[in-house]
């Protein structure tokens, strides 16, 4: 691994471990997401500015008004999204600068990933080729409309709030899928969608920031 991926000083491994006791403490229990959280080279999903604010427990601009979330709430999302047990194909709402995409890469079998905003997914593409993930698909579109030609999916994990669930997405997911999605506008809540024989069961997790999803693809 290259000098730039390894990280020094705010960068480094032992930065890197304070962030993992930090998320053990926020109530994070899932080691597989600790370990993979505690490998991947976060700062370089960040410009070189703020690098040294990249393992803070916050969310950071990442340019287009979009921002990398903060490390709890990647961790958050992805234990929920794996509780319910190994998933092959999940869906991924929102690739932004490609941080969450790279964590879901390492735990499940195949990422399928949309970004509406065509610059900022070619950086994601990027920083994902420099660490080697190679189990990931891209597509540059309007994240309410899915990505059917896959469908359906074991998991989706949205990164940007609508006002309300996009039907496309549900009707995508697998029988026993699972999705992960903010929803509201100034107060955001964290939904858990589990799609069973007969319908839908919604549990809300908890408050939650997210950017507003939007339509259409620049």
Request: hydrophobic share 40%; aromatic share 6%; glycine share 8%.
């Amino acid at each position: 691994m290259n000098h730039n991926l390894q990280g020094i000083g705010m960068t480094s491994r032992r930065t890197r471990d304070r962030m993992i006791e930090r998320l053990k403490q926020q109530g994070i229990r899932d080691n597989k997401i600790l370990q993979v959280m505690g490998n991947i080279p976060r700062h370089i999903f960040v410009d070189e500015a703020l690098a040294s604010r990249s393992y803070e427990d916050t969310a950071l601009p990442i340019g287009y008004n979009q921002t990398i979330s903060q490390p709890y709430i990647v961790a958050r999302m992805t234990e929920l999204l794996l509780a319910e047990g190994n998933l092959s194909k999940v869906l991924e709402i929102g690739t932004g600068c490609g941080y969450q995409t790279a964590i879901l890469a390492q735990l499940v079998e195949k990422v399928y990933s949309v970004e509406r905003i065509g610059s900022l997914l070619k950086k994601a593409k990027d920083h994902l080729w420099d660490i080697k993930l190679k189990n990931i698909s891209f597509q540059h579109n309007d994240g309410g409309w899915g990505w059917s030609d896959q469908a359906p999916y074991d998991g989706i994990l949205v990164a940007a709030a609508p006002v309300k669930i996009p039907e496309t997405l549900l009707e995508q997911m697998a029988v026993g899928g699972v999705m992960l999605i903010p929803v509201g506008t100034r107060q955001q809540e964290l939904h858990k969608i589990i799609r069973t024989q007969t319908g839908y069961e919604d549990a809300i997790i908890e408050s939650v920031s997210f950017v507003p999803f939007l339509a259409g693809r620049e």
